[in-house]
């Protein structure tokens, strides 16, 4: 049996290796998710809808921060990958430390901007009265955890840069212990929004300071000291170069969402509550679909880093088959459940008729963002990270942009809304895939 804390992604066959690798890597995501969806669930159950739209209001602000701390620390992915491929330990020790400390500034830097920026947000959104306050509440708890957010992402992202899925998992698995248990008992207390927000901070800095744990007392490559703790400047403008426009990237969905969710709000709190729930159960499709897509990106580095293109190129393909399989394979029970997983969150009957409109809106077409995904990471891997960035931006925010303001207001319902999701899918696969087919035209191989 293979063993996800040292995997040869060099040698033999892959595509049982990419399944091994995506499967914790998947699951970690879910989990991720589950803070949110235990948020909304306990405040669905023992508030009120209001208060769950409240923190469904939250979700598209919170995945801009979110996609940024994931895109950068794919940078630290892909080049401690590269050394790791390259057989050059020395530079994997610069690059873990040079990494951490990234994590630490990036995550103080945002926290600093949000809280000043936690009201001007809440006002642009147009958020309903009846919500506002909470709303804004929910936020700015929420905030205070993001040093801790950015640690467990670039901690993770060291860690699967050889292969290692299976401990980011546990340590998550156990701030999700501490989350559910912390949600329950400070809405019991009658905290509310405030609650469940400061829950999340308390449990997201269990996951990062078990990493943190994990790799100061490692005996491997990927130790992370302070004696003698030193920062390399070139390997930070690598590291930001390659995951600086993967965080764009990210934040082009999660900025196009915010855009969506203001036309949410403009339908009501029945409107909002239904998004809400939905994201909460669509997300662990996207977690599945987007383990692939870091798989595939880790393991093209790896090779990449080896000298070894044509495997490059097969493992991008047979990573594609995996991603789709295994997506659509989700959505098949997303939508055969959707009553049954919509229930748990919210039984109104409305929140929950709305809610399978959007899912057969994203969910059932959710494989075309698969080729936009493997696609763009395989392409980081070698480097190229801008461009399918500024495709992403032109196509997703584009089409969605363009939607908003010409077809949503001439149709002003929630299924109008949501069509404007597969079709900027489609659009911008077709030029990412383009793109891919250019780029690997004009893959050289580099000395790292």
Known sequence: ????????????SFWDKLIIFAIPLALTGVLQQ???????AVLGQFVGKNAMAAVGNNISVIGILVNLFMGLSLGSNVVIARFIGAKKPEKVGTAVQSSFALAVATGFALLLFGEL????????????????????????????????IGMYN???????????????????????????????????????????????????????FVLFWFLTHSQD?????????????????????????????????????????AAVNSLGPDAMAASAAAFAIEVNVYCVLNAFAQATTTFVSQNYGAGNLPR?????????????????????????????????????????????IRFWYIVAPQFLQVF??????????????????????VGICGVRITWLYTLFPAS??????MACYPVSWLITGIFIGILYRYCRGHIKLIRV
């Open 117 to 148: 920026m936690a009201t001007p947000i809440i006002n642009w959104l147009d958020v309903p009265a009846e919500v506002e306050e909470m709303a804004e509440t929910y936020l700015r708890v929420y905030l205070l955890g993001l040093p801790f």
């Open 412 to 417: 002003p319902d929630y299924a109008t809304l």
């Open 34 to 40: 589950l803070f949110n969806a235990a948020d909304v």
């Open 312 to 356: 490059c190129f097969q493992i991008t393909k047979v990573g594609l088959g995996l991603d789709i399989a295994f997506t659509v394979a989700m959505g098949v029970i997303v939508i055969g459940f959707a009553r049954e997983f919509l229930s748990l969150f919210n039984a109104d009957e409305t929140v929950v008729e709305l809610g399978i």
């Open 1 to 12: 049996m293979l063993n996800t804390r040292d995997m040869d992604m060099l040698h033999g």
């Open 154 to 208: 670039f901690e993770a992202a060291i860690l699967r840069a050889r292969g290692d899925t299976r401990t980011p998992l546990l340590a998550l698995a156990v701030a999700s212990v501490v989350n559910i248990a912390l949600d329950l008992l400070f809405v019991l207390w009658g905290w509310g929004v405030m609650g469940v927000a400061l829950a999340t901070v308390v449990a997201t800095g269990v996951s990062a």
């Open 372 to 393: 936009i995904d493997v696609l763009s990471g395989a392409l980081r891997g070698y480097g190229f990270s801008m461009p399918p960035a500024v495709l992403a931006l």
């Open 221 to 261: 490559i990927l130790r992370l000291h302070f004696d003698g703790f030193a920062l390399d400047g070139r390997l930070l403008r690598d590291i930001v170069a390659i995951g600086l426009p993967a965080g764009i990237q990210g934040m082009v969905f999660s900025f196009s969402n915010i855009l969506i969710q």
